[in-house]
Nanobody
Framework: VQLQASGGGLVQAGGSLRLSCAAS????????MGWFRQAPGNEREFVAA????????YYADSMKGRFTISRDNAKNMVALQMNSLKPEDTAVYYC??????????????????WGQGTQVTVSS
């Protein structure tokens, strides 16, 4: 299984970025796909998750209204659209996949596969 995250970069506060995660190596129909982030000195933090089969979405409170997670079943890709970015959104962003029956929504528990991360830097 491979998860390839891309789309990170440098953006000014108030700007937008769209992250993508290309998933391969198995069928993910019974999986949740999640985005997490980790800033230097901080613990890994849940950002958003989506059920691959139903499309149900979950967000951390601080991301609601600014971030949108989506999936493209045909392309086996998950995206994270990030708007109104703030300097505190600066972090390495990771995509992950976990089986629906083991994932604890809102946490990193139960995620079996992780991508390599993509850096997002928001300047003030």
């Amino acid at each position: 299984v491979q998860l390839q995250a891309s789309g990170g970069g440098l953006v000014q506060a108030g700007g937008s970025l769209r992250l993508s995660c290309a998933a391969s190596g198995r069928t993910f129909s019974s999986y949740y796909m999640g985005w997490f982030r980790q800033a230097p000195g901080n613990e890994r933090e849940f950002v958003a998750a989506i059920s691959w089969s139903s499309g149900s979405t979950y967000y951390a409170d601080s991301m609601k209204g600014r971030f949108t997670i989506s999936r493209d079943n045909a392309k086996n890709m998950v995206a994270l659209q990030m708007n109104s970015l703030k300097p505190e959104d600066t972090a390495v962003y990771y995509c992950a996949a976990g089986r629906r029956r083991t994932v604890v929504t809102g946490t990193s528990n139960g995620y079996d596969y992780w991508g390599q991360g993509t850096q997002v830097t928001v300047s003030s």
